[in-house]
Nanobody
């Protein structure tokens, strides 16, 4: 059974950094991704990468500030978030087995990221 367990996140001041983790179990995954959902808004794409890391894609709003990565040996996904802004405040979700910006069927439980001024 596929299981994604997230950790990291929290409350941080603008300009600071956070790292999100997602431990995946149950099978080996190709494409991985992160999405987020702010209050009152729809869930939106943040970043994605393929198995080898040769293809990475980011939302324009996070490009240059966020970095997606993975440890295939430990089946762990990461999202390094630098220079955070208040508009990055959202619940962040890891996702696997999708195709590019289209999410797959498996989601983490979500983790809150709150950025204050």
């Amino acid at each position: 059974q596929v299981q994604l367990v997230q950790s990291g996140g929290g409350l941080v001041q603008a300009g600071r950094s956070l790292r999100l983790l997602c431990d995946a179990s149950g099978r080996t995954f190709g494409t991985i991704a992160w999405f987020r959902q702010a209050p009152g808004k729809e869930r939106e794409f943040v970043a994605t990468m393929n198995w080898r890391g040769s293809r990475k894609d980011y939302a324009d709003s996070v490009k240059g500030r966020f970095t997606i990565s993975r440890d295939n040996r430990n089946n762990t996904l990461y999202l390094q978030m630098n220079n955070l802004k208040p508009e990055d405040t959202a619940v962040y979700y890891c996702n696997v087995a999708g195709e590019g910006r289209v999410p797959g069927d498996y989601w983490g439980q979500g983790t809150q990221v709150t950025v204050s001024l």
